[in-house]
């Protein structure tokens, strides 16, 4: 038998995906319990985090297992991730050590690590994840790497057919949003990918210049039309949301001023209106279209405090359901 | 029925402490075990802790539930407390949703927030953590707010009724004491709170300027005065120490400075004769007063060594009964 | 029954030492689970771990205990380890009152806390995790202090054993490696002592000015003659590796100018080739000697990658180690 990692949805056969959303649906239910006694998850945090470390601590210990949270740099040693490195820097430990120890303590390791800047045709390799994934024995879960945020990514499938029975054929927005920082596109791809993965009709809005990278288009492409669906990108962003099911806001930064973020700031300058309101989702579908977010959210920047606090938000069930996710991922790899 | 909070001792009924009270002490005899199966805790910690982390981790194991430490602005998002803002500046994750998903994940959400200078008639709202007990939908603890520190509480007054046994007119000193810095005021009201509760002759000796909150007198003489006791204020520390069954000295910075921490050290300067000595213990009922103090606390500036290590202390007893007092609450809160 | 402290390896009779480490062989081959039901261990980490922490609280979780870590100085307190001090500086508590207040929350207390410059003299005194020992009721565990590492001096131990199998008399290199900083002596003088126990004859191999401190050779020394062994020290290191069954490569830096990392960096410069690469591996016994680190170690400055990775490195086999001989230890102090 091969190791099976988790690093991208799109990486696992469709009915896979789905075998874990009914699992997760049931761990909801109360249907499930044990599963996981004596089972150990380690956590790499090389990025903070509230909802990935609070939810899978839970999900770990809801099944009788346990989950160890390592912060490299804070009160775990800084980590080297260049393979053919001389060590004779700052950096302590490198990966391929960390990788294959933590391999030997717990039954998978679960990776957490943001793009650091400098060149895109670099991170977009996802090479750290990738190199865990490679030198660790045990399954790799992705927690948020510069290109995939898959455990984000079931939540949202979950609570897109929690929300809508029936997706397909419905409509998902995924709709850039202004925020005073250029952001990663981890989030926004792996929704997209989510959506796919549900037969929607993904529609892309965002401003010229905020593309994501053409391997996410191909990705959420391809899946959505292997699903029944389809994909569609535009910066008419009125007429995206005229009749959606689902608005999904997100910032991300522009790709092609990637590591240069003063550049970047000035082509986002004069978006802000590129904003998540009221009036927004009074012209989605019958005015009950559902707004959904990974949060952390800026209130009143990215989505208004109204649409948050109000009927159509699904961001907090979108947050629980990254319990009841994982758990059904946890049961499936090591379960 | 309604949510249940603990932000404030004197916010629930004396039965209802008395009867957590009866439940810490049957914890602490060996007598009670499980309860808080598959119950989690989440507790956000936006300032340090020693005892309220460990005690909190160690009384959810012991029952066979399981607590989450995370720490805002270190490993979690840094949170944003201001309830109407447009969150473009530094402050990534609003309390909202941050009280709303771990209110999905946990049984319980407890928080430690101390107050951070500025004006104190805003900060003495204690508007924090209460926001976390509005936008939670569980129970919410305090571990330590801009006003109170309850469970701290709670271990006084079982510690108290431990060593004293009927506490019912006997005297009880809060002892202001010297301190390079100017602390909060939430551990001496509550201390003061906890001896009201329990019928004491509550004594508050400080120097002149270094009042507590006008509503922390009140909240101590009503309950003081409806168990049977009294609350007296003095700047005479030797009368006041003079026959005292208990001697609790802690420091606190002076209100009418709050958030101005250089006028407020030059009305300080000059007191650093405020402290515990071996001396002051001599002059207690029947040289027997137990000292009292929540820790950490400064050795030979607040309490001498020889106090602390020496037979009247009860300072590591007090410091053991906030597990036991914890377990009390917790079976009571989410058992 | 006096308490037990689990300070240095030396500190145990050898008898027990093989002892645990015959129960962490059990372990290991999973033929012991439970023992540590409702137990709770505390740890203290004044400085960075990883395989430390992950280990200690796997091997806490698959007895059926728990194991709490705080970071005095980030989420905890700053801890003030001067005995004698007024505390009217920076740090907020005293150890006594930590390791007395930790002593009754836990069954026992953890520390990590490695030498911080000054003065050898001091230092070596080793006076941190000793009065933590000193004045925690419940026994205290060494997760590096300034003068040893016995926790991975076990693993050490059971590594060498399990590659090895017979150990007596055969030989066992502990090599200087250069090292961009100048590290503590702590897992050498370990490391040696762990062979020693194993009646191995130890060769300390280092360039002048680099011994360990008199009372490690002298530990070394006789603990390995009791035991059938030697000690050697040279600063051939060729000599040293031909026909070695074991090389355990570490940079440690000089104690002739602890404290001074300038002046220590002078005498270190010139010294790179102390570097365990493959040719070095070819001389050892048969070629098949095994290469050992307690990890983490500087790729291609301390141990060239292709020895890590290869056949004869038996590094990833020895952190795992530290899993199971931390289970046999839990299980003889507190199970």
């Known amino acids: 038998m091969t190791k099976r990692d988790f690093l991208a949805m ?9 075998h874990v959303l009914e699992i997760a649906a049931r761990c909801k239910r109360g249907e499930i319990t044990g599963g996981l006694t004596r089972r150990v998850l380690a956590m790499m945090f090389m990025d903070p985090s509230l909802r990935t470390r609070a939810s899978m601590e839970t999900a770990m210990f809801l099944h009788g297992g346990h989950a160890i949270a ?4 804070r009160g775990s040693w800084t980590l080297e991730t260049d393979l053919d490195v001389v060590m004779d820097g700052a950096s302590v430990e490198h990966i391929i050590e960390a990788a294959r120890v933590l ?3 717990a039954d998978a390791l679960a990776v957490r690590v943001f793009p650091k800047g400098g060149d895109w045709s670099v991170e977009r390799e996802d090479h750290v994840i990738r190199n ?3 030198f660790c024995e045990k399954p790799v879960i992705n927690l948020e790497s510069s290109r995939r945020h898959p455990c984000q990514g079931l939540a949202d499938a979950m609570t897109l057919r929690e929300q809508l029975g029936e997706t ?3 409509k998902f927005v995924l709709m850039w949003a202004w925020h005073p920082k250029a952001l990663p596109t981890a989030v926004p791809a792996s929704a997209g990918i989510a959506a796919a993965h549900l037969g929607m009709d993904v529609i892309v809005a965002r401003p010229p210049g905020f593309d994501l990278d053409p391997d996410d288009y191909r990705a959420i492409d391809e ?5 029944g669906g389809s994909l569609t990108v535009t910066d008419d962003l009125d007429d995206a949301i005229d009749g959606a099911h689902a608005i999904y806001p997100k910032s991300w930064g522009s790709l092609g001023h990637f590591g240069r973020p003063d550049d970047e700031r000035a082509l986002r300058e004069g978006q802000r209106d590129w904003r998540l309101t009221q009036a927004r989702m009074r012209s989605t579908e019958g005015g009950r279209g559902i ?3 990974c949060l952390p959210v800026r209130r009143n920047v990215e989505i208004d405090g109204e649409v948050l606090d109000g009927p159509n938000s699904a961001v907090i069930d979108q947050a629980e359901n990254r319990l009841h996710a994982q758990r059904g991922l946890l049961l499936e790899l090591i379960g």
Chains 1, 2, 3 share one sequence.
């Open 10 to 18: 799109e990486d696992w056969e469709p009915d896979l995906i789905d």
């Open 70 to 73: 390592l912060e490299p740099g």
């Open 103 to 105: 391999g030997r303590y």
């Open 132 to 134: 865990f994934a490679r």
């Open 168 to 170: 397909q054929e419905k």
């Open 223 to 227: 899946l959505a039309t292997r699903r």
């Open 291 to 293: 707004a959904m977010h």
